[in-house]
C-alpha cells in the first residue's frame, strides 16, 4: 500500500483550500452538492466545521505546513465567534451562511466532535485557549451523564433543557442513547487524555469504555447494537458494519492511553472479535457495505466506511499480527482508489450505489461530508504505520 501521503495533501486536504474557504461570509461553505456546484448560500453546519478543525489541525501537526496551519486557525476562529453559544454554553447545530444560529438544539454528539477538534489544536499549536474550550466541553458533556443508569443522553434545547426530537438526523432512531454519539464522545477523551492528565478525566474515559463492553455489544455476535431507551433497552435490530470497523480501533485507541495493562489487554482481544464481525460487510471486490437489519442489506459502498475499514483493519494487523487484516485493509484501500476517489474534481464521492454507479445525489462536501474520515485514515497510514 502506498499513496496516501499524495492522496492526503493533493486531493483531499487541496479540494478544501481551493474550494471551500468562504471568503466573503468567513469560515467554510456549507455545501458542494453531488455534482460539484457550489451552494454558497448553503447553511453552515457544526459537525462540519468541527471536523475541519480536527482534519487541519492535525494535518498540521503531522506535516508543518503552513497552509495547514492558517485552515485550522480559520475554522477555530470561526467556531469561537460564531458556533460557540456565548450565553448557555456548547455549541449551536447549525447557522446560516452569514453565521445566525436557525437550529440552537444542543447535540452531545457535536459537543464532542468540538472538543476533539479544540484538544487536537492544541496538540498542533499549543494555544492556550483552545485547551481550556477542551477542559470547558469536557464537563459540559459530563453534565450530560446519566449518574443513575449510564451513558449520555442525546440531545437539549439551547439552554439544556430536555427536548422531544434527540435525532442527529432523520434517518436515526428517536432514542435517548445511541452507540453512534457513545463512540464520539471516547474519540475525543481519547485524545484530550494525550494533552491533559486529569483524574477525572481518566475516571470519565474507563467508565466510557465499559458502556461499551456491558451495554453496547451485543456479547453474543460482537456487533454493536445502534439505538437504546434510557434505561439501555435496545431499541434496534440494525448492524452498522462501517461504525463496527471504526469502534474496534477507536476502543482500542481509548485504552491505550489510559495506561492500564489489563484493561489493554482486555480490549486488544475484544477489538479484534468486533473487526471480525464487521468482516460479515466486506464484498468479494474489497469493500465493505453499509449495513444490515434483518433481511435487508444496504450494499451502498460509503465513503467513511470504506476509509474507517482501512484503518480498523490495520490496527487488527497490529494487534495479532494476521497477514489476512493487512490484505483486507490493502484491498479497501485499492477500491477506494478505484472507485471512491473523484480523480477529476477532487475529494471523494459520497457513495457507489449498490448498482456500482457513483452516488451524485449526496454531498461531495456538505453538512456530514467533511475532510475528517478519510483524512484521518490517510493520517493513521502515515503516522502510526509508516506509508
Excluded at 468567513?26 to 454558497?40: A, E, R, S
Excluded at 487536537?120 to 458533556?141: D, P, S, V, W
Excluded at 475528517?372 to 490517510?378: D, F, I, P
Amino acid at each position: 500500500m502506498n499513496g496516501f501521503k499524495n492522496e492526503l495533501e493533493n486531493n483531499i486536504l487541496s479540494f478544501w483550500i481551493e474550494k471551500m474557504q468562504d471568503t466573503r461570509n468567513g469560515g467554510f461553505y456549507g455545501q458542494i452538492d453531488g455534482n460539484d456546484v457550489l451552494h454558497p448560500e448553503a447553511n453552515k453546519g457544526a459537525i462540519l466545521n468541527a471536523r475541519i478543525l480536527w482534519t487541519f489541525s492535525s494535518a498540521y501537526r503531522i506535516l508543518r505546513k503552513e497552509e495547514y496551519l492558517k485552515m485550522a486557525q480559520r475554522a477555530f476562529d470561526y467556531i469561537t465567534t460564531y458556533f460557540i453559544d456565548k450565553e448557555y454554553g456548547g455549541v449551536y447545530w447549525e447557522l446560516d451562511y452569514k453565521g445566525n444560529p436557525v437550529n440552537t438544539k444542543k447535540q452531545t454528539y457535536v459537543q464532542g466532535f468540538m472538543l476533539y477538534g479544540f484538544s487536537e489544536y492544541y496538540r498542533a499549536t499549543g494555544n492556550a485557549q483552545a485547551l481550556e474550550l477542551a477542559k470547558e466541553f469536557f464537563y459540559l458533556i459530563e453534565n450530560s451523564h446519566d449518574n443513575a443508569l449510564g451513558g449520555y443522553l442525546e440531545a437539549y434545547t439551547r439552554d439544556w433543557e430536555p427536548i422531544e426530537d434527540m435525532r442527529l438526523s432523520d434517518k436515526d432512531a428517536n432514542e435517548k442513547k445511541t452507540m453512534n454519539t457513545h463512540l464520539h464522545v471516547l474519540e475525543p477523551y481519547t485524545n484530550l487524555c494525550r494533552v491533559w492528565d486529569n483524574r477525572e478525566l481518566k475516571d470519565a474515559q474507563k467508565r466510557l469504555i465499559g458502556i461499551f463492553t456491558d451495554r453496547i455489544l451485543d456479547k453474543k455476535t460482537n456487533h454493536l447494537n445502534l439505538f437504546f431507551d434510557e434505561e439501555w433497552n435496545v431499541k434496534s435490530t440494525a448492524i452498522s458494519y462501517g461504525h463496527d470497523i471504526e469502534a474496534s480501533w477507536l476502543l482500542f485507541e481509548a485504552a491505550e492511553v489510559l495506561g492500564d495493562k489489563d484493561l489493554l489487554f482486555q480490549i486488544k482481544s475484544l477489538s479484534l472479535d468486533i473487526a471480525n464481525a464487521a468482516s460479515e460487510g466486506l464484498e468479494a471486490d474489497g469493500s465493505m457495505i453499509y449495513e444490515k437489519d434483518g433481511n435487508h442489506i444496504e450494499s451502498e459502498r460509503h465513503w467513511w466506511v470504506q476509509a474507517e475499514a482501512v484503518v480498523g483493519y490495520m490496527y487488527a494487523y497490529k494487534n495479532s499480527k494476521s497477514l489476512g487484516y493487512k490484505e483486507k485493509a490493502s484491498r479497501l484501500w485499492n477500491y477506494i482508489q478505484n472507485r471512491i476517489v473523484d480523480h477529476e474534481n477532487g475529494e471523494w464521492h459520497w457513495s457507489r450505489t449498490a448498482d456500482g454507479s457513483v452516488n451524485h445525489k449526496d454531498d461531495k462536501a456538505g453538512f456530514w461530508k467533511c475532510p475528517y474520515h478519510n483524512g484521518r485514515m490517510c493520517m493513521e497510514m502515515i503516522e502510526n504505520f509508516k506509508y
